[in-house]
């Protein structure tokens, strides 16, 4: 299996702040990638796909990057919505597989 | 506007089978253009995808699941569902079903809670 490590597993940022989360696969999945953003009691929901894709009606502030085994989520300036556990997923190769989670929380 | 809601016993014990339910809504499992999964998240922790599969039957498991797992879809009822035998209390979790549009699990269902217990 394609294992998924994101880095740093917690974040501690504030309003207005500009973050990057980083993912990294055991081996090359080209640009299938996908991020998800969690909250609490919720489910996850699409933000990225395709490592840079942003999907209908995210906002812009959410970007994507990378290729091949370093992926990087960047939120342009971090909004009160956007405290929350983000996940990456790559489906190049089954099983579909995700990293743990990076959890952003107010600083 | 696309919804899909799992449905299932809530609380299953050790040993037995557990069968949990996706009814899509606003759209439909017919469609040569989706497939339909399963991804679980057990308390606290990551997201693991089950399986997926195609209106027509062909499916995708998670080999780490495998032995135990059926996915099979409904189309007169709408509806794709999960049965996972031989359960234990590591097979609690939340449950959730999505649509797989290009390989990417872009609608989900608010998900199901299901502990296993005796």
């Known amino acids: 299996d394609i294992q998924m490590t994101q880095s740093p597993s917690t974040l501690s940022a504030s309003v207005g702040d500009r973050v990057t989360l980083t993912c990294r696969a055991s081996?090359?999945?080209?640009?299938?990638l996908a991020w998800y953003q969690q909250k609490p009691g919720k489910a996850p929901k699409l933000l990225i796909y395709?490592?840079?894709s942003l999907e209908s009606g995210v906002p812009s502030r959410f970007s994507g990057s990378g290729s091949g085994t370093e992926f990087t989520l960047t939120i342009s300036s971090l909004q009160p919505d956007d405290f929350a556990t983000y996940y990456c997923?790559?489906?190049?190769?089954?099983?579909?597989?995700f990293g743990q989670g990076t959890k952003v929380e107010i600083k | 506007q696309l919804q899909l809601q799992e449905s299932g016993p809530g609380l299953v014990k050790p040993s037995e089978t557990l069968s949990l339910a996706c009814t899509v809504s606003?759209?439909?499992?017919?469609?040569?253009?989706?497939?339909w999964g399963w991804i679980r998240q057990p308390p606290g922790k990551g997201l693991e995808w089950i399986g997926s599969?195609?209106?027509?039957?062909?499916?995708y498991y998670n080999p780490s699941l495998k032995s135990r797992i059926t996915i099979s879809a409904d189309t007169s009822k709408n509806q794709f569902s999960l049965k996972v035998s031989s359960v234990t209390a590591a097979d609690t979790a939340i449950y959730y079903c999505?649509?797989?549009?290009?390989?990417?699990?872009?609608?989900w269902g608010k998900g199901a809670t299901i502990t296993v217990s005796s």
């Open positions: 999505a649509r797989i549009d290009s390989r990417v699990m872009d609608v």
């Open positions: 395709k490592a840079s």
């Open positions: 599969i195609f209106y027509r039957g062909s499916t």
């Open positions: 081996q090359s999945i080209s640009s299938w």
């Open positions: 997923q790559q489906y190049d190769t089954y099983p579909w597989t």
């Open positions: 606003g759209g439909s499992i017919n469609s040569s253009r989706y497939y």
